[in-house]
């Protein structure tokens, strides 16, 4: 199969003959050789790279921890201006798209809502909406899949940087698919033009794609293994609870220095969910929350990725940690991704309503039960821009 970028190069540079053209790049923004977009824009001879933007985590990977604002430099490889969209604004200004005809988005997207850089997209096509530029999308797979859909919608009370619109927690849909649902469903209305994949299926994970080309997206997301875990517990992260920064299996080992391993696993265990084991662990994290501190701690194994279904499975997780350690466990608080005035797992379940149902002891399948509707209509909302079969 061939990505968005290949396919632009060999059948759709037309879009941008002669144009002057910016691009939102990062560290994943690479071809199936591994070379870096901006380096193939820059040696391109059909139009010019004047500017180039970067995401939570610079354009070459020059910030390392999360929510870690960085500013805008020259480019060492090319000599261009790069704007940081994640420092002052989070939206090009009329000032960075001056010298810009087209701006042109090549991130690396995992398939779960809360993830900045299809905010980082949507916030671009809204400024190219406004300034009268194109914006030309270059698809990538989802990592994780385009036929699994779970989780509840975002209320749009609780919009952010981290869900900016009305999607299901996981979404099972490419960045260009979400444009053209962004762009439409959402009213953003830019002239938006989609570089689809070739070959591409919707039953892919990333790897029956057979690209060899898995490169961490963001600092905390090594593998493909955590990519499938991270549509549930990166609800962690609203928590004082690890969700495992500082050790190498982010988002797979889950702990604090209260918890008895063995207690939370028999608990979890005994949910029998599908395709996913619990095992009892230790460990210690290098840096960020608990650094240096030994904590009680399950991994989560997944068996079957087909059947796992990460966001229940992590909503039970929080939910036996909540009861069983009550008098320990605390809510993370405020700010978190540029929000003030909401609690930071507020934020990421886009809504106050399955925090409540923790806190009021509401069962884990009533929780699951009260987002199905949820997902029956993000379901049909988005079949109409679903661009593979």
């Known amino acids: ?31 199936s050789n591994f070379e870096h977009a901006a380096d193939l824009f820059f040696n391109c001879k ?34 261009i201006e790069v704007h940081s969209l994640y420092g ?14 087209v701006l042109v ?9 809360v993830y900045t850089f299809i905010y980082t ?45 009305p999607i299901a927690m996981r979404h099972a849909m490419t960045v260009g698919e979400l444009a053209k649902m962004f762009n439409d469903a959402f009213g953003i209305g830019c002239e938006l033009e989609v570089v689809p994949m070739q070959g591409w299926k919707r039953s892919f994970w990333w790897d029956d794609t057979k690209l060899r080309n898995w490169i961490l997206p963001s600092p905390n997301m090594p593998t493909i293994d955590t990519a499938t875990v991270y549509p549930g517990t990166v609800i962690f992260e609203g928590t004082m609870v690890s969700e495992g920064r500082g050790t190498t299996k982010p988002f797979e ?27 009892p662990t230790y460990f210690q994290p290098t840096f960020h929350k608990h650094a240096g501190k030994l904590c009680g701690a399950v991994q989560l194994h997944v ?6 279904k990460p966001v229940i499975v992590a909503v039970a997780m929080l939910h036996s940690i909540y009861h069983l350690y009550k008098e320990d466990f605390q809510w993370k608080q405020p700010p978190y991704e540029y929000v003030h005035d909401k609690l930071p797992i ?29 997902v029956i209509g993000f379901q049909n909302l988005r079949s109409k821009y679903l661009l593979y079969e």
């Open 121 to 165: 997209m949507a916030y671009a096509m809204q400024a190219c909406a406004k300034h009268k530029k194109r914006m030309v999308i270059l698809d990538r797979p989802n990592p994780i899949g385009g036929h699994l859909v779970e989780g509840n919608l975002l209320n749009p009370s609780h919009s952010s940087f981290v869900g900016l619109f």
């Open 253 to 279: 080992l889950i702990g604090a220095p209260y918890i008895d391993p063995y207690q939370l696993t028999e608990a979890l265990n005994r949910y029998n969910f599908e395709g996913v084991y619990f095992r």
């Open 303 to 308: 068996l079957d990725r087909e059947r796992f």
């Open 46 to 79: 059909e139009f010019q790279l004047t500017t180039l933007f970067g995401p939570q985590h610079g354009i070459r990977g020059e910030t390392q921890d999360n929510m870690i604002e960085w500013q805008g430099f020259y480019d060492k490889r090319t000599g």
């Open 1 to 31: 199969m061939k990505i968005g970028l290949e396919v632009l190069f060999e059948n759709y540079l037309g879009l941008l003959k002669d144009a002057r053209v910016g691009l939102i790049v990062h560290p994943a923004s690479v071809n």
């Open 88 to 101: 002052e604004t989070r939206i090009p200004t009329e000032e960075m798209l001056h010298n810009v005809d």
């Open 105 to 113: 988005f090549d991130l690396q997207d995992v398939g779960t809502r």
């Open 346 to 374: 507020d934020v990421i379940f886009g809504t106050d309503q399955i925090r409540k149902q923790i806190e009021a002891v509401v069962s884990v399948e009533d929780i699951e039960t009260s987002w199905e509707n949820d």
